[in-house]
Nanobody
Framework: QVQLVESGGGSVQAGGALRLSCAYS?????MGWFRQTPQGAREGVAF???????NYTDSVKGRFTISKDNDKNTLSLQMYSLKPEDTATYYC???????????????????WGQGTQVTVSS
């Protein structure tokens, strides 16, 4: 089991930036971020495999960047040009299961952080 602790959420105006961090106990094959909107929809945002390959949902491409520092055991999500529709609770996730794509369904992930709130006002 991977221990995951997020930090860095907050409230910003549209066009602003935030950086989320996730401290993890050990690295896994796939790590990333999901978000859950106030309406309850859950969406995969950005993911990174242990070979450094990344993928993003279309709505954040060019605005968000996922990165990982294995020396500091920290996964980060840098978010620029934030929009009100980015408002959500963001969760850090991790899994092994290399036979599954990195990303995909939230049901594939056993390890979740507690979540951090991001609120973007217009």
């Amino acid at each position: 089991q991977v221990q995951l602790v997020e930090s860095g959420g907050g409230s910003v105006q549209a066009g602003g930036a935030l950086r989320l961090s996730c401290a993890y106990s050990h690295s896994t094959f796939c790590m990333g971020w999901f978000r859950q909107t106030p309406q309850g929809a859950r969406e995969g945002v950005a993911f990174m495999k242990n070979d450094g390959t990344t993928n993003y949902t279309d709505s954040v491409k060019g605005r968000f960047t996922i990165s990982k520092d294995n020396d500091k055991n920290t996964l980060s999500l840098q978010m620029y040009s934030l929009k009100p529709e980015d408002t959500a609770t963001y969760y850090c996730v991790a899994k092994e299961k290399p036979w599954q794509p990195c990303g995909g369904s939230p049901y594939w992930y056993n390890d979740w952080g507690q979540g951090t709130q991001v609120t973007v006002s217009s």
